[in-house]
């Protein structure tokens, strides 16, 4: 088992460009979430989908979007980039979305610099 | 809504001394709570979770946490730090709602472990 695989690792964009990002999840989940880790503080809920719907999302605004296929897998879009949007993204999966004691396995993230 | 306090944002030990690393939670429902380690250039791995069957939770590598409803915290021990223990501990506090799993994640805790 591949465990959750992003790509690509490493991006580097300037301001004003669109970017996304892939993510797929481990064998047997069909739930994905996706983090934003800014630099030396904890990772901040970005969206989380399930059946290819988009079900929570936290305070990031609309230029962050996403999508999820029926292979579960997921990508995280984001356009107009900031430069306060260089960051960690971390993709993290699990099974179902209704137990709070669901573990969520994490991926090794894609490092996104905007210059 | 729910929150988590790391109390510390950097603690120190020399090797072989006990760690501690503190954690308070804020949450409206009964919570899951989570540890995770997050290694330098490395994906967030689950230490240990609560999910409401033993306030004494055992965890990988040596480490536990209690859960302590009154005090409302989850603190993290290990009796012995090792050199592989350096690394940055997130807190993590869970509910779930008919619109999906909710995962809030601490500031973190930097662990550095002296020679």
């Known amino acids: 088992d591949a465990g959750v695989t992003q790509s690509p690792t490493h991006l580097i964009k300037t301001r004003g460009q669109q970017v996304t990002l892939r993510c797929s999840p481990k064998?047997?989940?069909?739930?994905v979430s996706w983090y934003q880790q800014a630099l030396g503080q904890g990772p901040q809920f970005i969206f989380q989908?399930?059946?290819?719907?988009?079900?929570q999302r936290g305070n990031f605004p609309d230029r962050f979007s996403g999508h999820q296929f029926p292979n579960y897998s997921s990508e995280l879009n984001v356009n107009a980039l900031l430069l306060g949007d260089s960051a960690l993204y971390l993709c993290?999966?699990?099974?179902?979305?209704?137990?709070?004691?669901?573990?969520?396995?994490f991926g090794p993230g894609t490092r996104l610099t905007v210059l | 809504a729910q929150s988590v306090t790391q109390l510390d944002s950097h603690v120190s030990v020399s090797e072989g001394t006990p760690v501690l690393l503190r954690c308070n939670y804020s949450?409206?429902?009964?919570?899951?709570l989570f540890w995770y380690v997050q290694h330098p250039n490395k994906g967030l791995q689950l230490l240990l979770k609560?999910?409401?069957?033993?306030?004494l939770v055992k965890g990988i590598n040596g480490f536990e946490a209690e859960f302590k409803k009154s005090e409302t915290s989850f603190h993290l021990t290990k009796p012995s730090a090792h050199m592989s223990d350096a690394a940055e501990y997130f807190c993590?506090?869970?509910?779930?709602?008919?619109?999906?799993?909710?995962?809030?994640f601490g500031p973190g805790t930097r662990l550095s472990v002296l020679p």
């Open positions: 993290a999966s699990s099974w179902g979305t209704d137990r709070a004691y669901n573990e969520q396995f």
């Open positions: 064998s047997g989940h069909d739930t």
């Open positions: 989908y399930y059946e290819e719907e988009e079900r």
């Open positions: 949450s409206s429902y009964s919570p899951s």
């Open positions: 609560y999910t409401s069957a033993a306030t």
């Open positions: 993590v506090v869970s509910d779930a709602t008919r619109y999906g799993q909710n995962f809030v």
